[in-house]
C-alpha cells in the first residue's frame, strides 16, 4: 500500500546552527513530509479517526523545531520522524529539511526515511 500524505513546504521557525551566534536567533526552516497512511484511503470510511490528521501533525512538528536549540538539521529531521511514527501511527516518514544558510546556494538539505513497527 502506498497511501500517502503529502505535506509540502511547512514552514518551521527555530533555533540552529552550530555557531553559537546562528542559534541566537531564529530562522524559518522548510519540510517536505511524507506521512505513509496505516490505513488504505478506501478503508477509512471517511473517518478522520482513520487517518493522520495532517493539521495536528504539522502543528505537533512545527512545536518540535520551537522547542529547543540545536546544532544539526538532521537532529531535527530525525525527531519529527520519531514523532510522525510514534504519536500519528504513520506506517513511515519521509523528511526533506531545507535551510537557507550557505550562500551561493539555495538552500542545503537534509533527507531521511523511517518505517513504523511492524
Not at 24 to 42: E, G, H, K, M, Y
Not at 62 to 83: F, M
Not at 86 to 104: N, Q, T
Amino acid at each position: 500500500m502506498n497511501d500517502e500524505i503529502i505535506i509540502a513546504g511547512l514552514e518551521m521557525p527555530t533555533r540552529i546552527g552550530v555557531p553559537d551566534v546562528e542559534r541566537s536567533n531564529w530562522q524559518t526552516l522548510v519540510a517536505d513530509i511524507t506521512l505513509r497512511s496505516p490505513t488504505p484511503f478506501d478503508e477509512m470510511g471517511d473517518a478522520i479517526t482513520h487517518t493522520i490528521d495532517y493539521e495536528a501533525a504539522a502543528n505537533r512538528f512545527r512545536a518540535i523545531a520551537a522547542a529547543r536549540p540545536r546544532h544539526l538539521i538532521e537532529t531535527l529531521a530525525a525527531e519529527i520522524a520519531e514523532c510522525a511514527l510514534d504519536e500519528f501511527g504513520a506506517a513511515s516518514v519521509c523528511i526533506e529539511l531545507r535551510k537557507r544558510i550557505l550562500p551561493g546556494t539555495n538552500h542545503v538539505a537534509v533527507r531521511l526515511c523511517r518505517s513504523g513497527a511492524a
